[in-house]
Structure formats: C-alpha cells, structure tokens
C-alpha cells in the first residue's frame, strides 16, 4: 500500500472535520490490543475492524511516545495524535456504552502524520527511529484528553503534534485552574 501525506492508498474518511488530514493520515493499531478485545467482546476482531490502516504485531502501540518516529516500510511516520472514541465508532462496533468501555481501556490506537510518503506491505517491520525525551505515551495523551492536566500540558511539548489538541487542551487546563481557584471546605470530623 501506498503511504501519503494525506492517507492511505484510495482510503477515504467520511467525516473530515474529525478524521484524516495530515496529522490522521495514518491510524495505527496493534494486534495485541485487538486480541485484548476478542477476550473482552467475546468474538473475534478482524485486522481493521477499528478502522487501522495499519495493524501492527509486537509493537505497543498504546506506550509509545507522541512525537515518535517510525520506518513504516519505505515511509517515514510520527505518532501525532489518538483515537478518541465517538458516536459513530460506537455505532460501527454495535457495542453497548462503548465510547466509555474504549476510552477506559486505555487501548486508544496512533494516528500518524507522514513525514516522508512510501510504501507499505504486510509483514514488512516497523523500526522506531526516534523517542522524544520525557513523553507522553499515546494511552497518557488519551487521559489528558479526558482530564488529566498535569499529562495535558506535558504533551503540549511533543514534536508533531496535532494542532486540535490546543483545543483540548484550553478546555482540560481550563477546567483544572478552575478547581484549583475554588476553596476547599474543611474537613470535619
């Protein structure tokens, strides 16, 4: 397959406001992840069935760092971004509250952007070329997506990253500095 800047050979996103682009070119998921899920979900899950264009084997996809390279093949790719779970996965995987069940399980998949088109084939390895020093991992980005302001304004810094996520970022640090400024009551006891 054919790796660009832009996607994946002729693969097309329905919904471009939230997918695709050049930071969602590429979603990577690892098989290990999607064997994790046949034991949850109690059926077997296709390579794809999350909508990969990539399923990876021995490679955890869910610790490694934003901001981190790979050879994909003859493509050069950088993880950018994760998957957050939505309305319309759910409604693909038919599965009762799975928007929580997915975002839960830490389990989030990579979008990449590439950084140097190529070309891809099954079996062919993918060597990590580089990690930024003191990230976040891609399953940490999707805490910070949910909350976890100490985590969101690390991965801030991250080489590559998706511009939406200064987005979510105004919203989560937001919310924290206004817990921070509201009093404590005291204990009583």
Not at 89 to 107: D, L, N, P, S, T
Request: glycine fraction near 14%; hydrophobic fraction near 40%.
């Amino acid at each position: 397959m054919t790796i660009r800047r832009l996607g994946v050979g002729d693969d097309e996103q329905m919904d471009k406001k939230h997918h695709g682009g050049p930071y969602q070119a590429v979603y990577a998921y690892a098989r290990e992840d999607l064997d994790w899920w046949t034991e949850q979900l109690g059926r077997e899950l296709a390579n794809g069935l999350f909508g990969e264009n990539i399923t990876t084997a021995g490679l955890d996809v869910s610790g490694a760092l934003m901001g981190e390279t790979w050879r994909l093949g003859t493509a050069v790719v950088q993880v950018a971004s994760v998957r957050i779970p939505c309305g319309t996965f759910a409604g693909w995987m038919g599965e009762r509250q799975w928007v929580k069940r997915f975002a839960r399980a830490g389990r989030p998949g990579a979008y990449l952007r590439v950084l140097e088109e190529g070309v891809a084939g099954a079996g062919d390895p993918i060597e990590v070329l580089s990690r930024p020093p003191d990230g976040v991992t891609v399953a940490g980005a999707l805490r910070a997506y949910y909350g976890d302001a100490d985590l969101m304004r690390r991965l801030l810094g991250a080489p590559g990253l998706d511009p939406k996520w200064e987005d979510a970022a105004v919203s989560v640090l937001g919310r924290a500095a206004l817990r921070e400024s509201v009093p404590q009551e005291p204990a009583t006891g």
